[in-house]
């Protein structure tokens, strides 16, 4: 079966090494929180200005004054820290992030990002995603694999506005997980149950698929 976004939080958590310095974007990257390894030291960042934050707070937790950058309660670790958002993009723009994880609407098989705009529709703005995709050094992005019109969003090119070029390293995906390399998404594992057909039939980018493509673990 595919997996819905608590799975591929998990799968993407695989990702995270001691030690790293790391930015989650708003809605599938934030739950990444919750499932990094029991023992592994991460400090994850926020472009609103705290570091150190921990995974989504219990109901006896709650402060209503510690948000993350897409406005939801959080909690810090001890050691935490809190700072104004020029010391936070000072942070990403100086590259000492190690790992982003983003949303996407659409990815292209040259590591093309789109994920702030829908031509007609209002929005509220960028956000940091133009600022962490020009400076992170290792950008994963965590989606579904199709729109919700069934239509791929693993594409030749992106049809959508550019947030960033050339940026993307790997995809998450409900159905697989992707690297990007050599003008093509080469898939690396698949979703538990979801065949190899599926999968080339909902991307419509180029796809490299090895002789053998293992299950996730997650």
């Not at 209002?122 to 989606?143: R, T």
């Amino acid at each position: 079966m595919a997996l819905d976004k608590y799975g591929i939080a998990k799968r993407i958590a695989k990702e995270l090494q001691d030690g790293y310095y790391v930015n989650l974007g708003i809605g599938i990257p934030t739950l990444v929180s919750n499932y990094i390894p029991e023992g592994m030291t991460i400090m994850l960042q926020s472009e609103n200005g705290i570091l150190g934050m921990g995974p989504y707070p219990t109901q006896s937790d709650i402060d209503a004054d510690l948000i993350n950058a897409g406005k939801e309660t959080v909690t810090v670790i001890p050691g935490g820290a809190f700072f104004d958002s020029v010391e936070s993009f000072g942070m990403i723009r100086a590259g000492k992030i190690n790992l982003t994880v983003l949303g996407a609407m659409e990815v292209a098989q040259n590591g093309d990002i789109a994920s702030w705009k829908i031509p007609g529709k209002m929005v509220k703005g960028m956000g940091g995603a133009m600022d962490l995709v020009a400076s992170a050094k290792n950008i994963i992005v965590a989606m579904q694999h199709t729109n919700r019109e069934g239509e791929s969003k693993l594409l030749p090119q992106c049809s959508l506005p550019l947030t960033g070029v050339g940026c993307v390293t790997k995809i998450v995906t409900d159905l697989g997980v992707f690297e990007i390399k050599e003008n093509a998404f080469h898939l690396i594992e698949r979703a538990p149950g979801v065949s190899i057909e599926e999968i080339q039939s909902k991307t419509e980018g180029k796809l490299i698929v090895p002789d053998f493509v293992p299950e996730m673990e997650i």
